[in-house]
């Protein structure tokens, strides 16, 4: 079924609406079980807060939980608060176990114990084992639907048997090969097995070169490895190499949309947040954003100071402050551009510690060419235009190509030794490393003008 454009779902909403109001309840039962999950989700959250809630429990018990999974958090809870117990429950039943393990995070702890107490034992068993791994990590975002085949089965048993469990499973494109002590032996396509003889055994069809992710793997690893190897489902096993759960690609999205906007926020020097722009207040907007702001104001009070002590030396060539501002900007934009570039190879891996020779031998002849550049083209600016004089004109732009090549070497060591420590590099991003080029850039003016000016 095709996801809707724009115009058909302004018109799926209008409809939506006016069965709705009209209360023709069973055409519109009917009209969205016509339609995709996540378009439903969609129109949904379109709706007032009052109408949520009443649109949801038309939909068919089937198909309700499938769209509770495309819901945001915040509609989640809407609906989950307004229904019974009993029938909160049966929906966190028929959500996959990784949904359900996201809903009830968000959920205050006197809920998730309500809903895990009136939950079928099955389920209650599969969140309470995903809930015991760390945040962030394999064992957290797996799922536990998935399937499982013996070695000893033939073809004809293992299909009989993915008929009575596969309802119930993430995904049955590919199956998964166990021992007797569950041990993760091998994989077997769907396809292999209806291309294949009934009588064939699992066990000589079963793919033996397994990847596998651990279940301690931190979520940013898993999406490498989802990457690198262009898997849609990925086996999660424990450190005795028995299989507890499967990953799929939809989990990954999430993650990779997830870690790119902490890295953007951090980036900005915004502490991270988990929820959606418009949904989150003005007292925690600024709760997130003011500590970085206080701390690179604090910062910057030393290129103030840096200024002050050399005010009389600036008083006797005043022309020198007009360009404090492009050495400090100039500076500022090439430690931002070396740091992005850095921590974005970071992130994917292609840049390691032991890589940092050559990073910084690779960020020196950049900053030399795009230094030299510059100092040229702003000579010709400042002796055609300005009419500065030469001295002043060569100390702006000899500080301007030793600004550059600072700015660099600090914006691209910076993230790999922050990496090192076991901190995110998008710490270390443009805010950050523009404070501390800032300074660097001032104290080279004003040794270059003491050099050649003799002030």
């Not at 115009?7 to 709705?20: A, K, P, Y």
Request: glycine share 4%; proline share 3%.
């Amino acid at each position: 079924m095709e996801m809707l454009n724009e115009l058909d779902e302004r018109h799926n909403l209008e409809e939506l609406r006016e069965l709705f109001e009209s209360k023709q309840y069973t055409k519109l039962r009917q009209f969205l079980a016509e339609l995709n999950d996540a378009d439903i989700a969609a129109l949904i959250e379109e709706l007032d807060e009052e109408e949520v809630s009443k649109v949801f429990r038309i939909l068919p018990k089937d198909l309700a939980a499938d769209v509770f999974s495309y819901l945001d958090v915040d509609y989640q809870q809407t609906i989950i608060y307004s229904l019974s117990e009993k029938e909160a429950a049966n929906v966190i039943d028929n959500l996959m176990a990784d949904d359900a393990v996201d809903f009830l995070d968000e959920m205050p702890a006197n809920v998730v114990e309500r809903l895990l107490a009136n939950a079928k034992p099955d389920t209650r068993q599969a969140i309470n084992h995903l809930l015991r791994y760390p945040e962030d990590s394999a064992g957290s975002i797996m799922t536990v639907e998935y399937v499982s085949l013996k070695e000893s089965f033939t073809v004809d048993q293992a299909i009989e048997h993915i008929k009575k469990v596969g309802l119930d499973s993430e995904t049955i494109n590919i199956c998964y090969v166990l021992d007797a002590q569950r041990k993760l032996v091998g994989t077997v396509a769907l396809r292999y097995l209806l291309l294949s003889d009934g009588d064939e055994i699992i066990g000589d069809l079963m793919h033996e070169n397994i990847i596998a992710i651990n279940t301690l793997m931190d979520q940013e690893q898993v999406a490498a490895q989802f990457k690198k190897y262009d898997f849609t489902a990925m086996p999660v096993v424990d450190n005795e190499n028995r299989l507890v759960g499967i990953i799929t690609v939809d989990d990954i999205v999430d993650i990779m949309e997830e870690e790119t906007t902490e890295d953007m926020e951090k980036m900005a020097a915004i502490v991270p947040s988990d929820k959606p722009y418009m949904r989150t207040g003005v007292l925690e907007t600024y709760k997130k954003r003011i500590p970085w702001l206080l701390l690179l104001m604090v910062s910057a009070t030393f290129t103030g100071a840096i200024i002050s002590s050399f005010e009389e030396a600036l008083s006797k060539y005043a022309a020198l402050i007009a360009f404090i501002p492009m050495l400090m900007d100039t500076g500022g934009n090439a430690g931002g551009q070396a740091s992005v570039t850095v921590i974005r190879g970071l992130s994917l891996g292609e840049i390691e510690y032991s890589n940092v020779p050559g990073v910084i031998w690779k960020e020196i002849r950049v900053a030399v060419i795009c230094g030299i550049t510059l100092a040229a083209a702003n000579f010709a600016k400042l002796m055609l235009f300005d009419r500065v004089g030469v001295l002043v004109s060569a100390t702006v732009c000899f500080t301007l190509v030793a600004a550059v090549a600072m700015a660099m070497l600090v914006g691209c060591i910076l993230p790999i030794g922050a990496k090192k420590l076991g901190f995110d590099p998008a710490v270390m991003a443009s805010p950050f490393i523009t404070t501390i080029v800032d300074a660097l850039s001032l104290l080279v003016y004003f040794r270059f003008a003491t050099m050649i000016l003799g002030i």
